[in-house]
Structures are given as C-alpha cells and as structure tokens.
C-alpha cells in the first residue's frame, strides 16, 4: 500500500489546487476544442485556399486594367553610314543624334465572352462552399470527439468513487473479520481472505485513479491545454432521455449533415470544372484599349561635318485613344487542356463516389445512433435495478455472516458483484451521454 501512497497524495493535491476554479462543463470543453483544436485550424486553412481559388477565377471574368508612365531616352554619337539609289552611292555626314520621349498611358484588356472562364468561376463558388461545409464537418466531429473524451473523463471520476467506496466496504469487512477472528469466531482463512480482498480493492482504488489523470490528460490534449491548466471536470450525470423518430432523425441528418452537403457541393464543383475544361476549346472574344493622356518627344540632331549644323524636332499630343475587338482561338496549346479534362474528369468520379457513399451510408449511420442511445437507455434501467438488488443481496451476506450462516467468500463475491453492478451503472450513465452526442453528429445540429 506504501508504494501507492505518492500516487494517491499526487492526485489529490491535483484535486485541491482545482478546486477554486469553476468545473468544466461539456459545452465549455466543445468550445474551447473549437478555438485551439489543430483539425480546426487546418479547416480554416483550407477555407483560405478555396477562397484563393476563387479570386483566381474571378480574374478570368473580369477586365484587367495597367497604367503606365514612361520617360524614354536614345543617344546616337558620331555615325556614318551609306545610302543607295540603284547604283549610285551616296556617303553621309557624320551626326549625333539625342531623343527623349514621356507617355503616359492608361489601357485595359476584358475577355468577354469566354465560356470556359464563366464556368470555371462557377466551379470555384461550389468549392467554396464545399471547403465551408467542410469545415463545419470538421468542427461536429471535433465537437464528437471532445464529448466523447469529456465523458470518458467523467466515466472514470465515477469508476473511481466506486473503487474508493469498494476499498472502504473492504476494510470495514476486513476490520470486523479481524475482530471476529481475535475472539475466534472465524478461522485465520477468512481473515487472510478478507486481506486480499482489502488489498485487491486497494489495487484497484489506485489503478481508477490514475485513469483518471490519463483520461484528463488525453483531453487536455484534445483542448489544446495542458493538463494543469485543465479546470476540474463537471462530473455531474443528468438525465436527459428523449423520444427518437428514425424518419424526422433521417431526414433532418440528409438535409443539415455538413459532410453530405460539403460533398454534393464538391461534385457539383467537378461538374462544372470538368465542363470549364472542355469549353476552354471554344473561341473567345477579348476587348483592349488604352488611352495616352499626354504625350510628349524631342530629338536633337548634329551634323559633324564641315557647315554642318544642328536640326532639333519636338513633338506633343494631348490625347489618344484606341481599341481592339478580337475572336481567339487557340489551335493548340501543347495539351493542356487535354490534361485539364483529364484531371476534372478524374475528379468528378471521385467526387460522385464521395456524395453516393455518404448518402448510401448516411441512413446506416441513423439507425447505429439511434439503437447505439437505446442501447444505452435499456443498459441504465438493467444496471439500475443490478444495483439494487446488489446493494440487497450484499447486506444479506452481511447479516449472515455476521451470524455465522455465510463464509468470507461469500462476503467477498457480494462485494464484487456489487462493485461491478456500480461500475456498470456508471458505464451506462457514460454511454447515454456520448450516443447523445453522436445523435446530434449525425443529425448535422450545431454545436
């Protein structure tokens, strides 16, 4: 029992530092899993990557504008050259020649009529709302998941009050066996019994415990906390039974379920992707213009040779516009567009595998919830009534033995099979709770 000793204070010094703080509910545990869970996050990331996508489409459909500034500069020194006329050849003079230029433009280009484009926005808007459903999936299964975990916590803060009382009911046993034996009432077997079963109890009181601190552990994890800083659990069980329609369970899960919309949005995606990607064959009309503000060029010309001189030009222009309408079409592009089709049309199978599974599945998932809570519901009444008559057949034992008309061992097994009705209850009571839980998953509630 020694060696157990620093396990046991460790534990309960953990309880009294936690006891100032408020206990954690299941909804505060769901919430605080939903800000620093890495599932979440990564969710939120691939938000961001679908709304990237987005933008990218967006910039097919919509004009693109630039505006410009230019000053240029071109410096000729000392050149000569030839000129020809049939067959007479004319030497020139030798010259310099400076010129400058500024401009300023403002032009723009706008793909007007470009199918593939329009489709391939449209794609992209149901991928968007395909990586938001996504993330809603995600958050219910993190939401699942931290339940789950919350009431394995609570199960084995329960097991553990079961396993201390067992160990007080052991030793009280094992006293008044002590004290029956000093007057030799019973021989030194039944006391030797009751040590071990003392001892066993003990043994078991002390593995609960440190359940208790792995499961805390486990969801402290899950929470993103450490588990110091994991407020004590509310350890309370209530009693929380509802009715349960299949069909309105059913139908509220195919039309609210965030994983069955997320995937009916991703293949209406890969519809239009795969119909973007064959329409980018078709021609496409494209509008451009520009407009130059204010233009401006000098140029300064030197002639070297003798009476040579210099002839200067400038030139200004305050306003210029132009246009173009184009019909493209792209004869070939190295097989790109053939690899698009390809990928798309990889990706609409997969997609459509995806939604059909889930939907074929889905009403499966509604009927393994709804025994799963019923399950749970019959398990409490039979552990509730397993208790009691536990409870009954344990203080009869008692009363017998304690008149002699009953041995230790069969003191020791109403023991037992009283601790294993108690722990069963305790398993019940848990269960109810996380098919509770899983009913609201598959249903597609909110968290």
Known sequence: MLRYLPVIVLILAAGRAAADTAPLTADQAVKLALQHNSQIIQAEANVL????????????????????????????????GQQSFGTFVLQSDEYNLESYGTTQQVGGTWDV?????????????????????????????????????FYAVVQAMHQSRVNSASLALARDSERRVRAMFEVGSVAKSDLLQAQVATGQAALDSVTAANTVLTQRIALAAALGLREAELAPVDSTFTDTRQSIDSAAVFNEARKNRADVLAAEADYKAAELSLRSAHWSRLPYVSLSGSWSPDVTHSSKYDTLSAGGGAL????????????????????????????????????????????????RN????????????????????LATTTVESATENHNLVLQKYNVGSATILDLVNSQVQLQTAQSSLVSAKAAIRIAEAQLDQVRGRSQ
Not at 61 to 76: C, D, Y
Not at 119 to 143: D, I, P, W, Y
Not at 332 to 345: E, M
């Open 312 to 359: 200067g030009t400038a030139s200004e222009a305050k306003g210029g516009v132009s246009g173009a309408v184009a019909l493209n079409l792209d004869l070939f592009d190295g097989f790109l567009t053939d690899s698009r089709i390809a990928a798309a049309r990889g990706h609409l199978v997969a997609a459509r595998e995806t939604r059909d599974a889930l939907v």
């Open 49 to 80: 990557d679908a709304r990237s996508g987005l933008w990218s489409a967006y910039s097919n459909v919509l004009p693109h504008a630039s505006a410009s500034l230019t000053r240029s500069g071109s410096f000729t020194r000392q050149s000569t």
């Open 113 to 149: 009529l470009d199918l593939g484009a329009y489709t391939g926005l449209s794609a992209a808007r149901q991928s968007m709302r395909s990586a938001e459903f996504s993330r809603e999936a995600t958050r219910s299964n993190v939401a699942f998941a931290t339940r789950q975990q």
């Open 362 to 381: 889905l009403e499966g998932q509604v009927h393994q919830a709804i025994l799963g809570y019923e399950q749970a519901l019959e398990q409490e009444d």
